[in-house]
């Protein structure tokens, strides 16, 4: 079983809608959890980091849930600019500085 | 406020040659990372250095690859000889160095071994 697991998609979404993303991870003493996007050809960046209480940034919503060991993005009222490729990013802990690498999520934003 | 810098950008050269990759980690950054990404393998780490010194090299494919930070601004990934195999976009992202906090990345260095 791979330490952090994505669906690789694509998810083909239409402008506008709303598209939610999983992300699964191995190791229940993992510590900091983050998701990033990348498009072609460019460098991962940062798009939020995932708190155990929940966070939104704008149209983007992040969840955890420790029990069950899942991420969660969710992206409303989708942009054409949203298409890219979503990292789901988990730090295992243990004094680790280290960053464990989900495969990612492809998704394409159609007009 | 400089972000991570690479250099070169890009970079082809004939396979037995050696290559030099360089990273600027930006400023208070602790930690650096080098990663490869391809499409075949994703992104994969290969070292990272604290305050540094490398603390896991597990991810150096081979003794073709070394890497060194001589300060903590400047840090090289060497390949020597490269082979058209080594072909991949390079990045060196960096942090503080804490478990909480994301890395950032360079813009990447696009390697081409012909």
């Known amino acids: 079983r791979k330490e952090v697991e994505q669906d690789p998609g694509p998810f083909n979404v239409p402008e506008g809608a709303t598209v939610a993303f999983n992300c699964t991870y191995s190791n229940s003493a993992s510590q900091s959890f983050f998701w990033y996007r990348q498009d072609c050809r460019k460098e991962p960046k940062l798009l939020m980091s995932v708190y155990s209480s929940g966070n939104e940034d704008g149209r983007f919503t992040a969840q955890l849930n420790r029990a069950s060991q899942y991420i969660s993005l969710l992206i409303r009222d989708s942009k054409l600019s949203d298409s890219a490729t979503y990292l789901c990013v988990v730090n295992p802990g243990g004094g680790n500085y280290q960053l464990i690498w989900g495969a990612g999520t492809k998704l394409i934003i159609k007009p | 406020d400089a972000g991570v810098i690479q250099s070169p950008r890009h970079e082809v050269t004939e396979m037995g040659q050696e290559v030099t990759l360089r990273c600027k980690p930006i400023s208070g950054h602790n930690s650096l990372f080098w990663y490869r990404q391809t499409m075949m393998r994703g992104l994969e780490l290969l070292i990272y250095f604290n305050n540094n010194v490398p603390i896991d090299d597990s991810g150096m494919p081979e003794d073709r690859f070394s890497a060194k930070m001589p300060n903590a601004s400047f840090s090289t990934l060497k390949i020597q000889p490269s082979e058209p195999r080594d072909s991949a976009v390079y990045f060196c992202?960096?942090?503080?160095?804490?478990?909480?906090?994301?890395?950032?990345f360079g813009d990447g260095t696009r390697l081409s071994i012909l």
């Open positions: 992202a960096s942090t503080l160095g804490q478990t909480n906090q994301p890395q950032h």
